[in-house]
């Protein structure tokens, strides 16, 4: 244990006022445990433990003083305000406020325990309950930390792309997929691919006008960060969807777009991340749609026309549609 005086060592009698957690709230809109999860991948193994700690019980860390902490985590008081400095925090007494407030907020939007894991003990509505729970809380704490300036430069750049091509395997792919159909439907030239030799050779024919965007959920794809990096070599602008921020894939992206969901027992957290995913898709598709709102109206009233005679002729009410128009 590090009994150096100078380490950081509140009293357990310190408590963060409501001045410190409303400071705390303006500095930073996103949740420090969305932080922590993100960067976990690249943090050292000690810090790592001490990152385990705090997403095991954000709330308890909040009451405890740093000794409390190392010695749960089994390191030290130097190791646990190093870890601060890696996820973004000056040091501990800011971490201690920083989840006093994410506690406060989680509380504040609902007072159900569905943040913990499924066990198999649980019956099919809770299960139901904690699914739900967990996907809408990636959508919001994705949208919490988005960085809305990357997004607008990202926008700009699928806007005025000469072709878009869109990178993913596996669930990405699907991810991909929609992207894809999104921008054909409004008129801009994309493509979307999962198989690896395909994203390679298209990779290699892309130029310095064109886009190239790679989903991956953890940034360790290497069938996409390939792809990327080949797109990259080309001259084309790349983008990176991922939910880690320091994963491989960023060193090969121009801009980094990031998601917040975790995973769960039973992967529940795999249905989170798409979701988070499409949530980050849906807000570039839409400001790609508004640089071109005349060009992108009309498409999607062409296409719309285009298949409205293989749906059926019958309302959302029930009653049956005119045959001739099939809208």
Sequence with gaps: MDTNPDAEQPSDDVRPNVAELDESARESDSSPLVRIRSLLPGLARAEQRVAKVVLDDPSAVARRSITEVALAANTSETTVTRFCKAIGVGGYPQL????AADTARSEARSSRNLGGEIATDDDLPAVVSKVSFADARAVEETAEQLDIPVLEQVINVVAGAGRVDVYGVGASAFVAADLQQKLHRIGRVSFAWSDTHIMLTSAAVLNGGDVAVGISH????????????VAREHGATTVALTNFPRSPITEVADHVLTTAARETTFR????ASRIAQLTVIDCLFIGVAQRHMDAAVNALDATRD?????????RPDGRRRPRETGK
């Design 306 to 314: 285009a298949v409205g005679a293989h749906r059926l002729g019958v």
């Design 218 to 229: 953890t940034g360790a794809t290497t069938d996409t960060v390939e792809a990327l990096r």
């Design 268 to 271: 529940s957290g795999a249905t």
């Design 96 to 99: 201690r406020i920083a989840l």
